[in-house]
């Protein structure tokens, strides 16, 4: 017996067979007490309330207009699927804008330029210590108390659109039979862009003489969307808003059927998490850039290239594989923030099936289970495509 | 990937599994019925003895209903029937710890054992009472669901609010109801719903929304949150039936009757003419109504599992259903809540509690 203990294979084997037990233990045993509970309480598992249909309204957002939602017609599940298209919609956009906003800070913070480094030093402290659903409710009632109210309006986009407290209404595109080969040109046009980039660098690292990309690919986008869709006789038709002055007190302002609209609620919630996030963001960026090698950018400068072109050319290359992997976490954060928008009424996946339908079907561990779950997906995807493109930027050094 | 990494994937592939199984076994919703053993369900009331306090779950500040002072006293209609409770199982009304809940929590928290009584403005409805594995003990405030508009816009009733912003709260019958409601009368409307009953009112304030609909009790309650409490007037119309009540879990009949009862002792009370001021002295009263109400003969509290005095303490230190709704709810207070339907049966209203006998 003391051989087989003093045999490090045999211990390495054995403490393994004997941690997997006890993990399998523990799982079988939080199962089935959770099993016991919820039978001795008189409830039951099951997926079955998800073809059951709702009763309750939703605020009129992306993915109200993409599924079609009906009171009494759309199922739990339309719901769920609502709340994933809220939830993505605002964590696509928030990751673009937080970026672009972090990255413009970070290098802010960097600059020579006094009034902008103690500006983005001001920024940066004040939103990284204040916690987010407060400067949720803050953007919230901030932007409710300078709007316009519900029957009058502010012009935008010289009388296209308007803004008024119960949201931005804007045109809204209807597409044509047609539209489709439109589109399709638009993706073909860009990737003829994309190869006429590579084969004018290709031809740059050759002969030193590369194409005028940056004039090329905007002409030539544009052009082929827009011989395209003067052939195909222009299929795409815009709904304005309508504002009425006249009539019952609830029919003034803005008809709900015109054109689109992007509520009050969704507004503040991008407001308050891109410029959350981006505080952290220029941090990151602000790390990444200051961990660069002073030499760098001094040969930089001995060979002759001007400070915006040593940043964009030498140095942020160098810096993004600093700032990738913090990058990716905070991306991870903005998604997953985004739940907190249940505050002020925005119906995203927490709030309205994590919530609203939760409290009314009641099958708690269900539902949560699936909420987890689709936040993990979404995570994981972002993470994969985040660590795909670390991969990608990474400095081959010699 | 490497060995450890696959075991890993089985092991939460075979619970994956076995968790589904189990699930596709109990689709059809188990029937409550089918439980024999109540054992297995903890005695309530023994909990509670051996703590020395009854948890009760309560809202995040109703006033009138449940609502906490600066100092962190709460007080309320509700507040009142936990502390009835707590009259009746320690004769001291004071043994109470209060939980404040989202109308999200509320009913998990019942249901997972970290509250012992649920007081909090709840709507009796058979979804809850069936789905939930909870019961109603019974109704407190018999209450309908109206609708508050500011009055500058001139809307005399609710069939006039067509194409209305509607702000209420998520997760309540409320949203439901209102839904219904427009179908009905086929109308439409934009529903703005948030989490917290402090930010509907604050959108409702700010504009955002031009009607505000909860429960009438709850929308007396909110006006006086308002900038302007009488800028703004409830619109005639009530379009549903919320009775709201305690509610406990299922499974614990003598916990139930406890709180069921302790509401009766209240509503007797005030039928009979019994206050806090008068209790003890009513004791000895002639009236045998009275005498086994307030414990002086009969068994019914050992019967409960309570002492003979559990009315008697109940009433003298909390009061009579009466003076808990003039104190906190009432005409004279900033609710200005009349009677009503919630009035005894003898006066015009619909209360109307089972004997004591």
Redesign the interface.
């Known amino acids: 017996m003391s051989a087989l203990i003093n045999d490090a294979r045999f211990r390495n084997i054995g403490f393994?067979v004997l941690i997997?037990g006890a993990?399998?233990f523990s799982?079988?045993w939080l199962?089935d007490n959770t099993?016991t509970n919820l039978?001795?309480?008189?409830?039951?598992?099951?997926?079955?309330f998800l073809v059951q249909t709702a009763?309750?309204?939703?605020?009129?957002t992306l993915g109200t207009w993409l599924f079609d939602y009906e009171?009494?017609v759309s199922s739990y599940t339309d719901i769920y699927f609502i709340g994933i298209t809220n939830t993505l919609l605002i964590a696509v956009l928030g990751i673009v804008f937080a970026s672009i906003i972090g990255f413009t800070v970070g290098i802010m913070r960097l600059s020579n330029n006094f009034v902008l480094k103690y500006f983005a030093t001001v920024y940066v402290e004040v939103i990284r210590n204040v916690p987010l659903l407060l400067q949720l409710?803050f953007w919230y009632?901030a932007v409710?108390?300078i709007l316009p109210?519900?029957r009058s309006q502010m012009e935008v986009l010289g009388g296209l659109g308007g803004l008024n407290?119960?949201g931005l209404y804007l045109p809204a595109p209807v597409f044509q039979a047609g539209f489709g080969l439109v589109f399709f040109a638009f993706i073909a046009s860009l990737i003829l862009s994309y190869g006429i980039a590579k084969f004018s660098k290709k031809k740059q690292d050759e002969t030193g003489l590369g194409l005028k990309v940056a004039v090329i690919v905007p002409v030539l986008i544009i052009s082929i969307t827009g011989i395209t869709y003067v052939l195909m006789g222009g299929p795409l038709d815009w709904t304005f808003p309508e504002f009425k002055n006249t009539g019952?007190?609830?029919?003034r302002g803005f008809q709900?059927d015109s054109g689109m609209v992007l509520v009050?609620?969704m507004i503040a919630v991008l407001l308050a998490l891109t410029l959350y996030t981006a505080g952290f963001i220029a941090e990151i960026v602000r790390a990444g850039i200051l961990a660069v090698s002073k030499g760098q950018t001094e040969a930089a400068y001995s060979v002759g290239l001007r400070p915006g072109i040593t940043l964009r050319l030498i140095v942020i290359p160098q810096a993004m594989r600093i700032i990738i992997p913090p990058l990716t976490s905070q991306y991870l954060n903005l998604t997953k923030n985004s739940s907190l928008a249940?505050?002020?009424?925005y119906?995203e996946l927490v709030?309205v099936f994590a919530?609203?339908a939760?409290?009314?079907v009641?099958k708690?561990i269900?539902m949560i289970f699936m909420v987890m779950s689709t936040y993990l997906v979404i995570s994981l995807i972002t993470s994969f495509f985040m660590n795909w493109f670390n991969a990608r930027v990474k400095i081959v050094e010699r | 990937m490497n060995n450890i990494s696959i075991v890993l994937v089985a092991i939460v592939a075979a619970a994956a599994g076995y968790f589904g199984s189990t699930m596709m076994k109990n689709d059809a919703p188990a029937p409550a019925a089918v439980k024999t053993e109540t054992a297995s369900v903890e005695a309530t009331l023994n909990a509670v003895k051996a703590k020395g306090f009854v948890q009760c779950g309560v809202s995040q500040g109703l006033p009138g209903f449940s609502n906490a002072d600066d100092a962190g006293n709460w007080t309320g209609i509700d507040v009142d029937v936990c502390r009835g409770v707590a009259a009746a199982v320690f004769g001291d009304a004071s043994k109470v710890k209060y939980t404040p809940l989202s109308s999200k929590q509320r009913f998990t928290a019942l249901a997972s054992g970290e509250i012992d009584v649920l007081s909090r403005n709840t709507t009796w409805t058979m979804t809850r009472d069936t789905q939930l594995g909870l019961n109603f003990a019974g109704v407190n405030y018999y209450d309908g669901q109206g609708f508050l508009v500011p009055t500058k816009l001139g809307i005399k009733s609710a069939l006039e609010m067509d194409g209305a912003n509607v702000c209420s709260q998520t997760g309540t019958t409320t949203e439901l109801n209102v839904t219904d409601f427009f179908r009905e009368n086929g109308m439409k409307f934009n529903l703005v719903a948030f989490e917290e009953a402090d930010a509907v009112v604050a959108a409702y304030d700010s504009g955002r929304c031009d009607v505000y609909t909860t429960d009438r009790s709850g929308l007396a309650a909110q006006r006086t949150k308002l900038a302007n409490p009488d800028a703004h007037m409830v619109l005639p119309e009530i379009i549903s039936k919320e009775p709201l009540g305690p509610v406990v879990r299922q499974g614990d009949d003598q916990w139930f009757n406890i709180v069921r009862w302790t509401l009766n002792a209240m509503i007797n009370a005030e039928e009979m003419g019994i206050t806090s001021a008068n209790a003890k002295s009513m004791a000895n009263d002639n009236n045998p109504a009275i005498k086994r109400l307030l414990g002086t003969e009969g068994t019914f509290g050992a019967e409960l599992g309570l002492s003979n005095d559990w009315a008697l303490n109940i009433i003298s230190q909390v009061g009579n259903y009466g003076e808990s709704y003039e104190a906190h709810v009432g005409p004279n207070t900033p609710l200005k809540l009349g009677r009503g339907v919630n009035a005894l049966w003898s006066q015009g209203g619909i209360l109307y509690a089972a004997p004591v006998r």
């Open positions: 393994q997997i993990l399998v799982v079988w199962m099993l039978e001795n309480r008189g409830k039951s598992l099951g997926f079955g009763g309750f309204e939703i605020s009129d009171v009494g409710f009632f409710l108390g109210g519900a407290i119960t019952p007190v609830f029919k709900s009050p609620e249940v505050a002020i009424a119906p709030s919530g609203t939760l409290n009314q009641g708690e269900e």
